[in-house]
């Protein structure tokens, strides 16, 4: 059986195309990953040399003139190389996860009469996945979705929880902690802007790094591609000096949510989904431009189940006493158990979803 992936342009789509290539190709079939033409989907493509990409030529959607000409351009070039994909490869049945680079693919499927089945991380409906729906044989979507929204309940929409990539592996603390070649004292504030970066979240670390060193923290703070790589020092509490460490990426985010014990992050159902596997008390920062405002619904979702605390942006002021509070222990704790309980009422994504397609396929 040979599969397309369509998951391109955020980490957030890329991520679970790729683990549900890891998950066909352990199983005996064949998966292609369509991906987009950014930094960000070459850069997490070159981590994984076992796997096919190909590029799909696509643009963000937009209302403005400029960017609207380019996104029917883009959609148009993306679906005859999707259809000339489809075509030659001689695949069986096309996965989107999503986003502009889903579109070429969802409509060459159905051009084709190859059975298409889409996936919704967040806990509202993308807009591709929208226009592609009527299209899909399956619409996959978070389990709390299932559970609000009355279209939920057809029988083509079916929850599915978020597929994480094999090499999501979690550690013992301290060996994360000396891999990283952090000190064993304190506690670690990651703070991060998901695949992309937050360049706002990264200065507010600067802004606040005494205070923070003052509670007992270590930081590591990811901003994105083009950020300056760099160590500094600060002094806290007891008279310890307390590493900050600036980095634009990581490809080991294991390793980061493993020596963790707060998160400052945005709110992309991915770095949800690796917040929940890490049981890793959190504080959402949902990025504002979001579409449709999408990772504020996310964030507020795992907010009303006691699994995070939400700061929007605007209110960036508030983050150091927030911080302050989930340093509290007994606050920590019952934040860890909601996010215990969160993530043991969801099967495994990679697995269940990737047996839900070959079922339906027709391969047990």
Not at 206 to 235: P, R, T, Y
């Amino acid at each position: 059986m040979k599969i397309l992936i369509a998951c391109g342009g955020t980490g957030g789509h890329m991520a679970p195309g790729i683990a549900i290539a890891q998950r066909l190709k352990e199983l005996g079939h064949e998966a292609t990953l369509a991906i987009s033409r950014k930094s960000i989907d070459g850069r997490m493509a070159a981590s994984y040399g076992d796997l096919t990409f190909k590029s799909i030529p696509g643009s963000g959607f937009s209302l403005r003139p400029i960017p609207l000409i380019k996104f029917v351009i883009g959609a148009a070039r993306g679906f005859f190389t999707a259809l000339g994909l489809l075509r030659r490869g001689n695949y069986s049945a096309a996965i989107a996860f999503g986003g502009f680079s889903a579109l070429g693919v969802g409509l060459a499927a159905a051009v084709l009469r190859r059975p298409l089945y889409l996936h919704e991380a967040n806990v509202k409906l993308g807009k591709a996945i929208r226009f592609l729906a009527p299209l899909a044989k399956i619409v996959f979507i978070p389990p709390q979705l299932k559970k609000r929204q009355p279209y939920a309940q057809r029988k083509k929409f079916q929850a599915a929880a978020y597929p994480l990539r094999r090499d999501f592996q979690l550690i013992d603390r301290e060996d994360a902690r000396k891999k990283l070649g952090l000190p064993n004292f304190g506690k670690l504030l990651l703070i991060t802007g998901g695949s992309q970066g937050s360049k706002v979240l990264s200065q507010w670390m600067m802004d606040n790094v005494n205070s923070i060193a003052a509670l007992g923290f270590h930081c590591i703070s990811l901003g994105g591609l083009g950020q300056n790589c760099s160590d500094k020092f600060a002094d806290g509490a007891r008279g310890n000096t307390f590493t900050v460490r600036y980095l634009p990426f990581s490809d080991s985010m294991h390793l980061m949510h493993s020596a963790a014990d707060i998160a400052i992050c945005r709110a992309g159902a991915g770095t949800i989904a690796e917040l929940l596997a890490a049981t890793l008390p959190n504080v959402l920062v949902p990025y504002p431009s979001a579409a449709e405002n999408h990772q504020l619904a996310n964030a507020l979702a795992m907010e009303s189940e006691g699994a995070s605390k939400v700061v929007e942006q605007r209110n960036l002021g508030m983050l150091l006493e927030v911080v302050a509070e989930l340093a509290d222990g007994d606050m920590c704790g019952k934040m860890k158990e909601n996010l215990l309980r969160m993530r043991d009422c969801q099967k495994n994504g990679t697995e269940s979803l990737s047996a839900a397609i070959l079922r339906d396929l027709g391969i047990n």
